[in-house]
T-cell receptor, first 116, second 114 residues
Framework: SQQGEEDPQALSIQEGENATMNCSYK?????LQWYRQNSGRGLVHLIL?????REKHSGRLRVTLDTSKKSSSLLITASRAADTASYFC????????????????FGKGTKLSVIP | DAGVTQSPTHLIKTRGQHVTLRCSPI?????VSWYQQVLGQGPQFIFQ???????GRGNFPDRFSARQFPNYSSELNVNALLLGDSALYLC?????????????FGPGTRLTVT
C-alpha cells in the first residue's frame, strides 16, 4: 500500500482562507517532502522536512512533522486561486546516504480548489 | 539554471512496441529516479540510479529497464508495451551529499498505449 496517505482527498475553500492538508505514513523515514501538481503536469517541490525537525516554514507554507504519530501537515495561509492544484506528501525511505538506495512513496494526494 | 528536462513531452505507441524516454538532471545532480503516475494516482517508484549504477528498483516487471550515462542523464526503456503502461512518466534528480535532499521532478512524458 502507499506510504504517504493524504487527507482529505479533496478540499474546497474561498480565496484568502487557510488550507490544511494532512499526511500519514507507516514506516520510519529520513525526510518528508511536499509537492504540488497542476493538472497532470510535473511535480513542483514545495518543502522538505527532516526526521529530526518538527516544523518548517517557507513563505505562506508551514509544514509540521510528528514522527511519534507518523504524520505531517501542510498549511497554506491566505490561499489564492493559483494555489488550486493537487498536493502530495512523499516520505523518503531507504538509505540516508546520497549514494544509497532511497525512494519517495506517494499517496493519491489532496485536490485543493481555491474559489476566487 | 535549467531544471530537470524530459523528452519527448508526449508519445503514442501501440501494444507490443518498445519506448525510450529520456531525462537530463539538474546540473550537479548525480542521482536520477524514475516514477510512473497513472491517472488519478500518485507517482510510483520505478528506478533510482546513482553514478551509473542501479541503486533501487520498485515493483515493476522486467519489461522496464533503465540506464544512466556518464553525464548523469538517463533513459527509461519499456518493452512489449501494454495498455496499462499508459501513464505520465516522471524523472527526478537530486544532489547527493551526505544526506539525501530535495528530489526535483521534470515535466514528465505522457505515454499513451493504444
Amino acid at each position: 500500500s502507499q506510504q504517504g496517505e493524504e487527507d482529505p482527498q479533496a478540499l474546497s475553500i474561498q480565496e484568502g482562507e487557510n488550507a490544511t492538508m494532512n499526511c500519514s505514513y507507516k514506516t520510519s523515514i529520513n525526510n518528508l517532502q511536499w509537492y504540488r501538481q497542476n493538472s497532470g503536469r510535473g511535480l513542483v517541490h514545495l518543502i522538505l522536512i527532516r526526521s529530526n525537525e518538527r516544523e518548517k516554514h517557507s513563505g505562506r507554507l508551514r509544514v509540521t512533522l510528528d514522527t511519534s504519530k507518523k504524520s505531517s501537515s501542510l498549511l497554506i495561509t491566505a490561499s489564492r486561486a493559483a494555489d488550486t492544484a493537487s498536493y502530495f506528501c512523499a516520505p523518503l525511505t531507504g538509505s540516508n546516504s546520497g549514494a544509497g538506495s532511497y525512494q519517495l512513496t506517494f499517496g493519491k494526494g489532496t485536490k485543493l480548489s481555491v474559489i476566487p | 539554471d535549467a531544471g530537470v528536462t524530459q523528452s519527448p513531452t508526449h508519445l503514442i505507441k501501440t501494444r507490443g512496441q518498445h519506448v525510450t524516454l529520456r531525462c537530463s538532471p539538474i546540473s550537479g545532480h548525480k542521482s536520477v529516479s524514475w516514477y510512473q503516475q497513472v491517472l488519478g494516482q500518485g507517482p510510483q517508484f520505478i528506478f533510482q540510479y546513482y553514478e551509473k549504477e542501479e541503486r533501487g528498483r520498485g515493483n515493476f516487471p522486467d519489461r522496464f529497464s533503465a540506464r544512466q550515462f556518464p553525464n548523469y542523464s538517463s533513459e527509461l526503456n519499456v518493452n512489449a508495451l501494454l495498455l496499462g503502461d499508459s501513464a505520465l512518466y516522471l524523472c527526478a534528480s537530486s544532489y547527493t551529499g551526505v544526506r539525501v535532499g530535495e528530489q526535483y521532478f521534470g515535466p514528465g512524458t505522457r505515454l499513451t498505449v493504444t
